[in-house]
């Protein structure tokens, strides 16, 4: 049974740092496309960051150049890093994996080929 259990998120000012952490069970980092999405109230999921069974990333354009996502194959644990935090990355952050047996696709960010989500973990960043 897969699951995915995210942590670290938290509060900070603009400015800051914050780095997330999903451990995954029941799934091979290896093998599929995993990444991270976010949500605020009143606003569509959007992808946040992927990286790929051959170590590949993409990242939306707001926040490129200031997150980072990587993975811990020996411990099956996905990271995002997130540097220079805005007030509009404040949202929740949710954990997520295709089905396993896939590349990340060319339309990454969008929500079909994630089969498996994680709870998320809220994000806050304050002016």
């Known amino acids: 049974q897969v699951q995915l259990q995210e942590s670290g998120g938290g509060s900070v000012q603009a400015g800051g740092s914050l780095s997330l952490s999903c451990v995954v069970s029941?799934?091979?980092?290896?093998?599929?496309?995993v990444g991270w999405f976010r949500q605020t109230p009143g606003k569509e999921r959007e992808g946040v960051a992927v990286?790929?069974?051959?170590?590949?990333?993409r990242f939306a354009d707001s926040v490129k150049g200031r997150f980072t996502i990587s993975q811990d194959n020996a411990k099956n644990t996905l990271f995002l890093q997130m540097n220079s935090l805005k007030p509009e990355d404040t949202g929740i952050y949710y954990c997520?994996?295709?089905?396993?047996?896939?590349?990340?696709?060319?339309?990454?960010?969008?929500?079909?080929?994630?089969?498996?989500w994680g709870q998320g973990t809220q994000v806050t960043v304050s002016s």
């Open positions: 997520v994996a295709n089905r396993g047996d896939s590349k990340c696709p060319r339309n990454w960010d969008l929500i079909y080929p994630y089969y498996y």
């Open positions: 029941g799934y091979s980092l290896k093998s599929g496309c």
């Open positions: 990286i790929d069974s051959d170590g590949s990333t």
